[in-house]
């Protein structure tokens, strides 16, 4: 089990940057593929990036060459670093930690931060 807290939301006009940072407590840290969903307003929630512990990062193609994920294994963070921020880019911001089950990925959810960006 392990608990997700997000920080960094808030109100920023259209160009300019935002870094989300996550916090996780628990065990095995570094056995979780983490990431950063999104939800917007009507919208499924979306993959927006993703990093394993060895450092291989995967970018929905919205958000390559503007978005950039980070972790820090030592400090148990995982942090996303938003520019060239756009009104489409408003949302709720999740967290997220998987590792393999029995059955799948197991999933685990912050309860997320909201990024609004204004024209």
């Known amino acids: 089990q392990v608990q997700l807290v997000e920080s960094g939301g808030g109100l920023v006009q259209a160009g300019g940057s935002l870094r989300l940072a996550c916090v996780a407590s628990?065990?095995?840290?570094?056995?979780?593929?983490m990431g950063w969903y999104r939800q917007a307003p009507g919208k499924q929630r979306e993959l927006v990036a993703s990093i394993t512990n060895g450092g291989n990062t995967n970018y929905a193609d919205s958000m390559k060459g503007r978005f950039t994920i980070s972790r820090d294994n030592a400090k148990n963070t995982v942090n996303l670093l938003m520019s060239v921020l756009q009104p489409d880019d408003t949302a709720v911001y999740f967290c997220n930690a998987r590792r393999p089950g029995v059955s799948g990925w197991i999933n685990y959810w912050g309860q997320g931060t909201q990024v609004t960006v204004s024209s």
């Open positions: 628990g065990s095995a840290f570094s056995s979780y593929v």
